[in-house]
């Protein structure tokens, strides 16, 4: 069965950067959530997205900005990279339309900033 | 803030044992989700709970939504190497959409 993709999957940027997270959600799945996880700590939630539209935002740092596109997929741009940035950053798919609500997260994309 | 509180933060653990972790919270929610997340990979959906009272099982795993909403536990039954890992709980709360964590059980099985 098809999974939720992200890309890349490591990614390396220095202080004052840009970086740009891609992730594909499972086809059919219209809802798209963005996580951040540091070191030893739980998934914190960020933004997301139903239907193209932002649905909820959560700790997302004004450097940060989010978009769903017309396929579905999603792209998280950060600016402005700090140390702190360093984490797994998550994205997760669901659809309304199931009523599981288990959202299937992707492998993630471990970003370091030096 | 944190909204879910999960216990125990750590387990070391013989192979073979019976292993329990639940999650309280002051609010109501109205799903809980238990995921186990293996080093640099996604967190993986082990069950899923949607109703006050539900115990549902997958395979050596049984969960429960609690009567009052506000609680959860997931209990692992003769352990082996493979269950090593974060175990992770979450919930919809009663209140907006998005998925709330709880701190995570890192589990360690020796054999």
């Known amino acids: 069965a098809a999974g939720v993709i992200q890309s890349p999957r490591h990614l390396i940027k220095e202080k004052r950067e840009t970086a740009t997270l891609k992730c594909y959600p499972i086809?059919?799945?219209?809802?798209v959530y963005w996580y951040q996880q540091g070191p030893g700590q739980d998934p914190q939630f960020l933004i997301s997205f139903y239907e193209k539209m932002q649905s909820d935002k959560g700790s997302i740092p004004d450097r940060f900005s989010a978009q769903q596109f017309s396929d579905y997929h999603s792209e998280l741009n950060m600016s402005s990279l700090e140390l702190g940035d360093s984490a797994l950053y998550f994205c997760?798919?669901?659809?309304?339309?199931?009523?599981?609500?288990?959202?299937?997260f992707g492998s993630g994309t471990r970003l370091t900033v030096v | 803030g944190q909204q879910l509180n999960q216990s125990p933060q750590s387990m070391f653990i013989q192979e073979g044992e019976d292993v329990s972790m639940n999650c309280t919270s002051s609010?109501?929610?109205?799903?809980w989700l238990w995921y186990k997340q293996d080093p640099g990979e996604g967190p993986v959906l082990l069950i899923a709970?949607?109703?006050?009272?539900e115990l549902t099982s997958n395979g050596r795993l049984t969960a429960q939504f609690g009567i009052t909403r506000k609680d959860s536990f997931l209990n692992i039954s003769a352990s082996i190497p493979s269950d090593v890992g974060i175990y992770f709980c979450?919930?919809?709360?009663?209140?907006?959409?998005?998925?709330?964590f709880g701190a995570g059980t890192i589990l360690r099985v020796k054999s």
């Open positions: 709970l949607y109703k006050a009272g």
């Open positions: 609010s109501i929610f109205n799903t």
């Open positions: 086809p059919r799945h219209d809802t």
């Open positions: 997760a798919s669901s659809t309304r339309q199931d009523t599981n609500y288990g959202y299937t």
């Open positions: 979450a919930g919809h709360p009663s209140y907006g959409n998005k998925l709330v």
